[in-house]
């Protein structure tokens, strides 16, 4: 039986009604991996024999007549940046090719508390630092709807994975735009939540202020469901939020009566791609036509975002990743070096990317005496100034729509010499992480045969809000019926 | 004028709390290596800190002891600089947000009362430990790393090595006190790390600041400043040789300073706020319940003593020293009529014996009723203060009870009016040479005819009742 083109949720009820074992849904993911993963590449590694023995102990379970948790036997991936206990976990780098966690991240163990076999760990570009995957250290990951474009990135593999059907749904990051990007770019549903919404506990850090992890999935109902098994307060995340998720499946499925957005005008300027503007006001007539109140609204500090985010993301990184000195684990040079610095410094001009180099070297410049006020004081003020853009555009909308990314998928090595054209794909997506609130990218049309994805930004904890606007406009279009041909 | 010293401290001190500053690993000294390891104290990727409270609050009572102002709101910053022992490569700490601030510590100075006034005293976390083998290699061991550690910085308001010193003495105790850290420095459970310079007071002009590393006790803090501050002063009065800004390493062994490392430019550490913590907030109630729960501190102890007990000064300054020893001698005292006689026991024999045991009153073997026993034996007359050593000995060394000891051997003083002067008649009989003398003038002479008596009784005599019949009977 073909298992692996239906959602997270029809598998679940189809576990549920014993129509199929988790083994079998298991088994079907990994042969369609294995069938597809040539061109897509969406994985750094695969683990068969966990996946395979954790959905059995799902089917014993189920069985014996146990309690199940409902997405039991729904198998997931998660991203290579996230803490796998005894699995080795790279984040797309060199300096941690062998490094394998004795922990597992808390998102991670709470979808093996949910049940949920794991099928692999997915590709993305090194640190999460880029925005098509190909500053991963070890693959290119093609785009499932055209296998010679990129996925988007960073969080590129988790992203192709769900649009090929080697998974219903899967885990990434967006630190600036990491989860909607390549959701948008893949044609799927992508969603990074609150700041604080889900624990970062395990989750290898890019820019902490910045970071969050977030759900794709084809639909919107499975993104609510896979949202609900990581949201939720964690004692060892000290900016989690303490006050319990709701019942996003539920809210969803409240309507779109009476909810208003926000067209951000700077969000419609220059460098959206008209063909994909055209598609995103499309969209927002549609969602005009359901009986959602929109308007245009001026927030004249977003057009600081990318300068702003710049400074603020590399310093944290810099600082972030100094750990990785080739002492404790992670890449060590086998070069001579004369004393402990020679080592730092081999170890990590080794094991580093240009990418990450570089933001490194911009962030240690930018907190250094006598330009940390210039730079770094100045971006938390900017940052400031842009979160109460929004606070006052909530203060009369719901939620905000725009484009995710300007254009849609690139070819592969199309920006890859040219860096700040490959930074302004996040130019829509990077004031929402500023600003700590969610945002979300579901897929509202095509433009040459390409996807596209259009955002829906929430105020604080206004995923419920979110989720009525994207699952009313899915149940209207359908868009996630048309799946990439491989 | 001449030139005048001017010296800051920074010390750090380890907080005694159950369990690491950002993790839940135990917050214990001298276990297996790495045992006390976590992926969080290990900065492993993907590790995130969650303070702990009860660090917090020791800050809290430490600044409020200090007069400090609680911060309403403060932050922890992140100092950035590589080293292995620093296992994240950055060291979560506090920079222009500290915690308390703005508190001071007055000494007693030579007589003359002098105000250090406290700068900050904020909240951090312990770094691991280098362990350099003599095969070149370096071990690092993280059982310290993240183990919460407070700084409290000083201005430079020191003008002598001996205020440094009593300084030091004086913020262990209060730090013992409050009961936030052992402060011991032999065990680097307190830091310090002094700055010395000199400045022109007429023309402000200063000499390059010098900090001193590896002071490993009060007393060498003392010895090195003393030392620094004379080395400095020659310099600079006599161009010796040229006073550069730079650490200097104290060597224990030579008992002088020298260059560790030259400070041409400022370290740049990078600071910035912790982004994986959120402001920390101290809620005002919580701040007032600290205040309530502050004990009687040293200082206010030591008058205390003195009103209460009659205490001379020196005897309470002394007794004060650790809150236990205080404690001790308050329940000695309370059970004995004569609490100068309770507080020489305890300065005298026991702290005699602890410091030849080496360890500190707890580790005493007698209870406070049990010397209390001993002392009211003295203050009796039961017994005479020698016969009170012996039997002070034979309790610790046999746990038995004074008064017990004095029974079962026979060590009661002579105070027998009659047996006495009998041996009185004998010793005058006996030295006849001696008795000339003393009636000849030699008032001195009647030491040698009470010698005689105690002699007799090997030791038992009630001396004083001997020295009066003797008198009585040498007319
Ligand atoms: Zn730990």
Redesign the pocket.
Known sequence: MQLHGLSAHELAHGLAAREFSAREVVEDHLSHIKAVEDGVQAFLLTTPETACAEADAVDQARAAGEDLPPLAGVPVAHKDLFCTRGVRTTCGSRILEDFVPPYDATVVARCREARLPVLGKTNMDEFAMGSSTENSAFQVTGNPWDLERVPGGSSGGSAAAVAAGEAPFALGTDTGGSIRQPASLCGIVGMKPTYGRVSRYGVVAYASSLDQVGPFARNVTDCALLLGTIAGHDTMDATSVTDAPPDYVAEMRRGVDGLRAGLPKELFGEGIDPAVKSTILAAVDKLANLGIEIEEVEMPHVDYSLPCYYIIAPAECSSNLARYDGVRYGHRTAEPVSDIYDLFSKSRAEGFGPEVRLRIMLGTYTLSAGYYDAYYVKALKVRTLIKSDFDRAFEKYDVLLSPTSPTTAFKIGEKADDPLEMKLADICTIPVNLAGLPGMSVPCGFVEGLPVGMQIIGKPFGEPEMLRVAYGYEQAMGWERRRAAL | MPLQPTIGLEVHAELSTK??M????ANEFGAPPDS???????GLPGSLPVPNRQAVESVIRTGLALGCHVAERCRFARKNYFYPDLAKNFQISQYDEPLTHDGHIDLEGEGQPVRIRIRRAHLEEDTGKNIHLSDGHTLVEYNR??VPLMEVVTEPDFRTAEHVREYLYTLRSILQYLGVSSADMEKGQMRCEPTINWIDPDTGERTPKVEIKNLNSIKSVYEAVKYELARQKRAAAMGEEELVQETRRWDEAKLVTATMRLKETADDYMYFPEPDLAPLAPEPEWIEEIRASLPELPRARAQRLVVDYGLPAYDAGVLTETRDLADYFEAVAAAVPDAKLASNWVMGDVRAWLNQEGGDISTLPLAPTALSELVSLVAAGTINNTTAKDVFAKMIAEGKGAQEIVEAEGLAQISDTGELERLVERAIADNPKIVEDYRGGKRKAIGALVGAVMKATRGQANAGLVNKLLKKKLG
């Open positions: 369990s690491k950002f993790c839940s690993c006390h390891t976590c992926p969080v104290c290990l790393c993240g």
